[in-house]
């Protein structure tokens, strides 16, 4: 999807499936649930991919694969390291993948491949590569330890690495990305008790980027935060983003804060990717129905607009028996025969726009932009 010396994260056929045991009778059967159903999209260098789709669609289980927080199923997630400075792993000489692999303590794929593959690391060698992927939490408030002070919060990660030994030279690492996140010196010295929830959300993102990774996963970061807040926090990381060049995963369920940050979107629904584009012209030329489903419920600061949200029909499938053909279909209103019988092909219909609908071309959902 994009030209390899600019991917960092390339993702193929991702699956994530969790075994359920289901009680019939006088029986128990074991079904799998398919939480994640194959998803394939690249991550650029300094970009932001937004994923959106309604509560159990497998957004945040895509998040957690990735950064090995749980297992995926199948399918394969390849780390590019190159960049300017970096030896060309695609063209390294033995010599050259030999000093890598002392130098990183990580065991390096073949030098044809260039990349680490992510899903096949396990042990220290997972434990060394974690620095270079972080995760900023949901809610600022549980997920911070109550009984550390704000500096060992930010710290843990470079302590737990076990890179920095000087006490001298994590303190002024972490007064270095504290003050990057807008916090005080005098903060560093508090328990989290003492802050508000942006403030708190600051520290979660501080303690993410004190590791310098070049990866981040934002999962509903700012969706317990008030409207004014949230845009700071997004600024915030737009402004960290700039300077640091960190790509980022950004999930959410507030599509106009998604459209503000990314890059590019992705829509999933029921374990599997509708439609995936730039930004722009996913919200202004969307192809799918369930991508127009969720666009319409956009609320507008304007009172004499209208607003009439389509209203879908029913609730999200269950992953444990997800329908037949498009997994729309079920609550898709303009769904033929040929929708509940044959699974829709991912294809691109334009340039960077792949869209997962048997029908998409004779769709025009195209919107206004808006000033």
């Known amino acids: 999807m994009s030209k390899q010396n600019d991917t960092l994260i390339e993702v193929r056929d991702l699956a994530v499936h969790f075994p359920v045991k289901t009680r019939k009778l006088f029986k128990t059967e074991v079904q799998m649930l398919r939480a994640v159903d194959g998803v394939s999209f690249d991550i650029k260098r300094g970009e932001t991919v937004g994923l959106v789709g309604e509560s ?3 957004k945040t289980t895509v998040g957690r694969a990735i950064l090995r927080a749980i297992d995926p199923t199948d399918g394969e997630v390849i780390f590019h390291r190159k960049k300017k400075g970096d030896i060309d792993l695609a063209h390294a000489s ?3 993948l030999r000093k890598v692999r002392s ?7 073949e030098s044809g491949s260039g ?6 690391l396990a042990g220290d060698l997972l434990r060394a590569f974690r620095p270079e992927m972080s995760l900023v939490f ?11 002070t704000v500096r060992d919060i930010i710290a843990e990660p470079l302590v737990a690495s076990g890179k920095y030994k000087d006490r001298e030279k994590i303190d002024a ?18 328990f989290p008790h003492a802050f508000s929830g942006g403030q708190r959300q600051r520290i979660c993102i501080a303690r993410a980027l004190v590791s310098k990774p070049k990866f981040v996963v934002c999962d509903e970061s700012v969706s317990a935060l008030d409207v004014s807040i949230q845009a700071e926090i997004v600024n915030l990381l737009k402004d960290l983003q700039e300077e640091m060049g ?13 459209a503000q940050m990314s890059h590019r979107v992705a829509v999933l629904y029921v374990g599997k990717f509708v439609e995936y584009a730039p930004t722009e012209k996913l919200f202004f030329q969307p192809k799918h129905p369930y991508t127009h489903a969720l666009l319409s419920a956009i609320p507008t600061a304007d009172p004499d607009a209208g607003f009439e949200p389509i209203r879908l029909q029913g609730e999200i499938p269950n992953p444990l ?29 334009a340039p960077e726009h792949f869209v997962a609908c048997h029908y998409a071309e004779e769709f025009d959902f195209s919107r206004g932009k808006r000033s």
Request: proline share 7%; aromatic share 8%.
């Open 94 to 96: 033995e010599a050259e």
């Open 56 to 58: 159990g669609s497998g």
């Open 321 to 349: 028996a997800a329908p037949s053909g498009c997994r729309f279909h079920t609550r898709c209103p303009f769904a033929k025969e040929r929708c509940s019988a044959e699974v829709p092909e991912w294809r691109e219909i």
């Open 138 to 148: 949901q809610d600022p408030y549980s997920s911070l330890n109550p009984r550390m």
């Open 246 to 258: 960190v790509s980022f995963l950004f999930i959410a369920h507030d599509l106009s804060v998604v």
């Open 103 to 109: 130098k990183m303590n990580m065991a390096f794929p």
């Open 173 to 190: 690492r972490v007064r270095e990305i504290a003050a990057r996140c807008k916090l005080n010196l005098e903060h560093l010295r508090r």
């Open 115 to 120: 990349g680490i593959k992510v899903h096949n």
